[in-house]
T-cell receptor, first 116, second 115 residues
């Protein structure tokens, strides 16, 4: 089955810096990869989706890259702010021929803290 | 547009009891998925319903069950509760998701504590 690893359970950075979070996966390459943000006691909120044929996707201060050779996605937050402090989850959908259930599978998340 | 609504938000049960959680998806969304979230295991997929049919199921014991009604509202049930069932149960809805490529809209969750 697919295994997803998000490097660093916790990441602390200074306000204004760029935060970079990593999502690695094993086995087959997913057709899509998504990133979510989760605040304590709340449900995850969708941020970005990137397809396997896309190298990069941007949304305001957020940027996601997808390297199917490295089996890795990087999530960047530029000009980080204390309000960006949250847990960030990557999630992927197995490709049709993988044999796995067509469900969104989540990584364990990286807790980001932006220090003022 | 109202978001995904889950009830109850918090509940406390004792071992051996059973519990039913409810989820109202966003209007127009026909797919409802359920996830269990614990500190140790993260988000674990329970099952997904589409048009009143269970379309996908995760690796959970038969004590965990669900259903979906004609109005897309969904319920999940856990019978014979165990201490390890204490978790945040999250419901998510989406548009037609086969494959599930679109974003999931999550509710705030139901926090279950089993004593």
């Amino acid at each position: 089955s697919q295994k997803i690893e998000q490097n660093s359970e916790a990441l602390n950075i200074q306000e204004g810096k760029t935060a970079t979070l990593t999502c690695n996966y094993t086995n087959y390459s997913p057709a899509y990869l998504q990133w979510y943000r989760q605040d304590p006691g709340r449900g995850p909120v969708f941020l970005l989706l990137i397809r396997e044929n896309e190298k990069e996707k941007r949304k305001e201060r957020l940027k996601v890259t997808f390297d199917t050779t490295l089996k890795q996605s990087l999530f960047h937050i530029t000009a980080s702010q204390p309000a960006d402090s949250a847990t960030y989850l990557c999630a992927l959908v197995p490709p049709i021929l993988s044999g796995s259930a067509r469900q969104l599978t989540f990584g364990s998340g990286t807790q980001l803290t932006v220090l003022p | 547009k109202a978001g995904v609504t889950q009830t109850p938000r918090y509940l406390i049960k004792t071992r051996g009891q059973q519990v039913t959680l409810s989820c109202s998806p966003i209007s127009g969304h026909r797919s409802v998925s359920w996830y269990q979230q614990t500190p140790g295991q993260g988000l674990q997929f329970l099952f997904e319903y589409f048009s009143e049919t269970q379309r996908n199921k995760g690796n959970f014991p038969g004590r965990f069950s669900g259903r979906q009604f004609s109005n897309s509202r969904s319920e999940m049930n856990v019978s014979t509760l165990e201490l390890g069932d204490s978790a945040l149960y999250l419901c998510a809805s989406s548009f037609n998701t086969d494959p599930p490529t679109g974003e999931l809209f999550f509710g705030e969750g139901s926090r279950l504590t089993v004593l």
